[in-house]
């Protein structure tokens, strides 16, 4: 991505600013990461037991505690975001804290999405469908490259801004339904099984 904003002719300052960014921004998503790291453990052994309303449960418990994880990043982002990039820029270099600060505060106010995302995208793969999980990552890179092609041309360095905060919307669209066929699917399975065992008893 950094190649991309270099390649397009926006200058050292974009460049500057969207980097001194993604190293805050890292720390912010790991948490993220860790939700669904979590998650994708909690949905495979509650599937081995057969427990899919628990699954559930957990998935809106999970959705639920990132929501509000997210919630406090973009309080101290928009609150604090200028001090917390002092960490990693030099305080004479206003300009580049400006837009640091600008990608900061865009991409914090979608950070639900990305944590929906990661709930879904690691329920779907701790549900043993890994390729349609994998899938949700397609919809993300042509995303990017429709970022790159039409709103930053338009929009400058805001366009880039939005890139990964479009890309997170994208996988959404796909892994919302993605999640719902799944839930579906394993539950017809459930039943299918529940009733073999019911006549074999017979």
Same mark, same amino acid.
């Given at each position: +991505?950094?190649?991309?904003?270099?390649?397009?002719? /926006?200058?050292?300052?974009?460049?500057?600013?969207?980097? !001194?960014?993604?190293?805050? *921004?890292?720390?912010?998503?790991?948490?993220?990461?860790s939700?669904?790291?979590? #998650?994708?453990?909690?949905?495979?052994?509650?599937?081995?037991?057969?427990?899919?309303?628990?699954?559930?449960?957990?998935? +809106?418990?999970?959705?639920?505690? #990132? $929501? =509000? *994880?997210c919630? &406090?990043?973009?309080? $101290?982002?928009?609150? =604090?975001?200028?001090?917390?990039?002092?960490?990693?820029?030099?305080?004479?270099?206003?300009? @580049? $804290?400006?837009?640091?600060?600008q990608?900061? +505060? @865009?991409?914090?106010?979608?950070?639900?999405?990305?944590?929906?995302?990661?709930?879904?995208r690691?329920? #779907?793969?701790?549900?043993g469908?890994?390729?349609?999980?994998m899938?949700?990552?397609?919809?993300?890179?042509?995303?990017r490259?429709?970022?790159?092609l039409?709103?930053?041309?338009?929009?400058? *360095?805001?366009? &880039?801004c /939005?890139?990964?905060?479009?890309?997170?919307? !994208?996988?959404?669209?796909?892994? $919302?339904? =993605?999640?719902?066929?799944?839930?579906?699917?394993?539950?017809?399975?459930?039943?299918?099984?529940?009733q073999?065992?019911?006549?074999?008893?017979?």
């Amino acid at each position: +991505r950094q190649m991309c904003i270099r390649d397009s002719g /926006y200058g050292f300052l974009f460049v500057a600013g969207f980097t !001194a960014t993604n190293k805050l *921004y890292g720390l912010l998503e790991m948490a993220a990461i860790s939700y669904g790291y979590a #998650i994708v453990t909690y949905v495979g052994q509650n599937l081995g037991a057969g427990q899919l309303k628990r699954i559930n449960w957990g998935v +809106r418990a999970s959705f639920s505690m #990132i $929501i =509000a *994880y997210c919630l &406090v990043c973009l309080v $101290i982002l928009y609150t =604090a975001d200028k001090t917390l990039l002092l960490m990693f820029v030099s305080p004479e270099e206003t300009e @580049i $804290i400006n837009k640091a600060s600008q990608f900061l +505060r @865009i991409s914090s106010t979608y950070y639900i999405p990305l944590g929906l995302l990661c709930i879904l995208r690691y329920s #779907i793969q701790g549900l043993g469908f890994s390729r349609l999980a994998m899938l949700s990552g397609v919809f993300e890179m042509v995303d990017r490259v429709a970022v790159s092609l039409f709103l930053v041309p338009m929009l400058g *360095y805001t366009g &880039v801004c /939005y890139g990964d905060p479009s890309a997170w919307l !994208a996988a959404d669209v796909f892994l $919302i339904p =993605a999640f719902i066929l799944v839930h579906h699917k394993l539950a017809r399975r459930r039943y299918q099984q529940q009733q073999a065992c019911l006549q074999e008893a017979s």
